[in-house]
Structure formats: C-alpha cells, structure tokens
C-alpha cells in the first residue's frame, strides 16, 4: 500500500519557523516529481512549492524566499523548511507525488494532511 505521511505540523507565532516532513512508503518516489500543496479553510487548494526527481524546485511568490523544499531519495522523504513564517500562511499542509493528469490536482499519491497554525 502506497502512503505519504506528512508530520511537523504545528502552532507558531509569526515569525517563527517549522519544518515539515513526507515519508514515503510501499514504492520508491525517486523518479517522481513531489510538491507541498496547503488549503486555508474556505480556500482552494493551492500549490506551495515542487521538486522535480532531478532536485529542481519551484515556488509560488508569496513564500519565495521563505520557504525551502528539499527530498532525501535514500529516506524516500520530502521536506518543507518554512521560515518568517505569516498568519496568512496558516493552513493545512499536503504533500503529493507523481505527476498524473488523471488524478486530482494532476498528482496521483496525497498525504492526508499536517496542520500549520500561525498566530500575530
């Protein structure tokens, strides 16, 4: 059974910082594009940030600069580094890999979810 579990999730004071994580399991997620998503209640959801299989990375402006996506192949282990942390960046998190058209959002494995809360 293929899973992605996110973990690191938490409540912060702006400014702050946390780091989340995405372990994989029941395949290998190496050759696979991975990406961090969040959804603030009321909202859609949004792409945050991507990793291509060969380490490049994107991310939407308003976290340039202040988020860091990275992967650990051996670990099978997808991370979100997150610092100057804002109220508006108070959602729940999602990692997903595999590009996949046929699947919402174009991505074919989720997480279920880490919960980041940012207070003023």
């Known amino acids: 059974q293929v899973q992605l579990v996110e973990s690191g999730g938490g409540s912060v004071q702006a400014g702050g910082s946390l780091k989340l994580s995405c372990a994989g399991s029941?395949?290998?997620?190496?050759?696979?594009?991975m990406r961090w998503y969040r959804q603030a209640p009321g909202t859609e959801r949004e792409l945050v940030s991507s990793?291509?299989?060969?380490?490049?990375?994107s991310y939407t402006d308003s976290v340039k600069g202040r988020f860091t996506i990275s992967r650990d192949n051996a670990k099978n282990t997808l991370y979100l580094e997150m610092d100057s942390l804002k109220t508006e960046d108070t959602a729940v998190y999602y990692c997903?890999?595999?590009?996949?058209?046929?699947?919402?959002?174009?991505?074919?494995?989720w997480g279920k979810g880490t919960l980041v809360t940012i207070s003023s």
């Open positions: 029941g395949r290998p997620f190496n050759t696979c594009t």
């Open positions: 990793i291509s299989s060969g380490g490049t990375t």
């Open positions: 997903a890999a595999c590009i996949d058209p046929s699947y919402n959002y174009g991505m074919r494995y």
